[in-house]
């Protein structure tokens, strides 16, 4: 028997898989590079306002329309309010959003993109549901959900929680469909392959042949609808500032900043630059990590 | 042969599996492809059943049928006393350990994202209680079992040759000692001299631990050196069924003797004398097939009654079956 070489001292260790996984994650430089920059962005927003600590909602009205100075790094508005610490608390909104929106469609797409490719009979209802959704125009029904539910959320949560609650659940509800096709596609040309047939004759249950066959072979393009998901959550919450219909006045956050300052870009570009840049290197560090982990996790890339 | 003795381990009786052709905008069904249309067989005890024909007769189906990973459109498969073609989905599973399948294609056939470990303790995984140390324990003596060395267990599928993936397949099949494996074209992928392995392999398993096989394939010297009997099928029936030596020897039906007269001579001093029986034309659509005889339409000997009536499966010889109306 050729095929079977069998050394008797093997004196390698185990190799854990999440060993594997963090060794070939390293190995892939954008990644490492969009995770020190996603990072940074994450202590900036969550620890900044602390260490800069001027009130971002304090109107300072003899310093408006600054450029860039000590005082304020990153100038002041038209009110005078700091950018700089407009930036950091918006962050905290922004990214707040974009994650947990794009958790909300990943989440909702997946489970609707299983469901409808591994059972036949959910499969029309379910992608007919899908193509309803996409087929809804979306700002619309961005009007009348807020209309409808706004004042009763504030009432519930407070001003801040309650609007929250809104703007994720609008962004994950508008947002699932792609990643549902994806998903739905890539689960019907794996369904037909024959080690879902050699669960089957296990007698695995289909419960877990979803996640032990299926999930783990179509983590690929939930990675890419994952990370193109939060620069959308981003992208729409600034939108849905831009009409008025997102957070607060008095609550920055990155897309209203941009939106705000877009009006006075020629006078102070810095304005829309700091704000621009903090949504740009976000969505770029998360496309890159995204691109990374999807590299670790397939073992037949890993290792080279 | 002490046939006498032998009791059948499994006995599909009058097996179909029809699947519906629907057209139209409401999904009609119009029709039906006819991949089994009522064969019957047995498998005795630790023998090897080889399953021929050509590709498209429907051998596969029948292997997948038999342990019932399609729901069968009528018949029975009795395995071991108990008719799994009627039994509900937890019973179903209760019996999964007794019958299991090798598959043809080893790359596809293995999870790329798992290791050979987790692979091969899927079926320990979801039907025994086992610790971990007992399962890696198992899942050594079953690589030892099948010739890969154990510290492959944290290694992943695309990692291995063709013929080591095949015995990853073997290893993940025998986990939870079944008696009864479809081996469905196994060497069907591998290039020859793994070929002669993997058979040696299942011949010394088979051996050591009593299994009974349905081995199917197209390859005909591989099913004459490894099968105590063979069925042949032609589109979606069995034509003749008999002892490995006398149905390899003496052919009665004319299909079986167009199919053997195919198989290459090894000297080719000596491949010109054979009298080859050549068929013309193609194989009927199994979704309409011809009446009557299915073989009609390409048979040398075939006659008006041919088309009119299907011959009977019946004994022609001791342990010998043929359908055909000209076999005395």
Known sequence: MTDTTNDATDDRKYRSLWGDVWSQFRSHRGAMIGSFVFIFILLAVAIGPYLWTLDPNYADV????QGMSWGHPFGTDQLGHDMLAQVLQGGRISIAVGLTAMMLSLVLGTFIGVLAGYFKRLDGLLMRGTDLFLALPILPLLLVIIMLFRDTLRNMFGPETGIFILIVFIIGITSWMQTARIVRGDVLALKEREFILAANSIGTPSKRVISRHIMPNILSPIMVSATLGIATAIITESSLSFLGLGFPSDFPTWGRLLFDGTQRIAQA????????????LTVLSVNFIGDGLRDALDPRIRGR | MLDEKKKPLVQVKNLKMHFPINRGILKRQVGAVKAVDGISFDVFEGETLGLVGESGCGKSTVGRCVLRLYEVTEGSIDIDGTDIATLSGAELRAKRPEMQMIFQDPQASLNPRMTVGSIISEPLDEHLNMSKAEKREKVGEL?????????F???YPHEFSGGQRQRIGIARALALNPKFIVCDEPIAALDVSIQAQVVNL?????????????FISHDLSMVRHLATRVAVMYLGRLVELGDSETLYMTPKHPYTQALLSAVPHPDPAQAGNIDRVILQGDVPSPANPPPGCTFSTRCPRAEAVCKQNSPEWREIGEGHFAACHFIE
């Open chain 2, 143 to 151: 690589m030892d079992a099948v010739g890969l060395a154990r510290r």
């Open chain 2, 153 to 155: 267990a944290d290694r």
């Open chain 1, 62 to 65: 003899r310093n408006r329309n």
């Open chain 2, 202 to 214: 299942l011949e010394d398993l088979q051996e050591k631990l009593g299994l009974t096989y349905l």
């Open chain 1, 269 to 280: 570009p810095s304005r829309v630059i700091w704000p621009g840049l903090a949504i740009s």
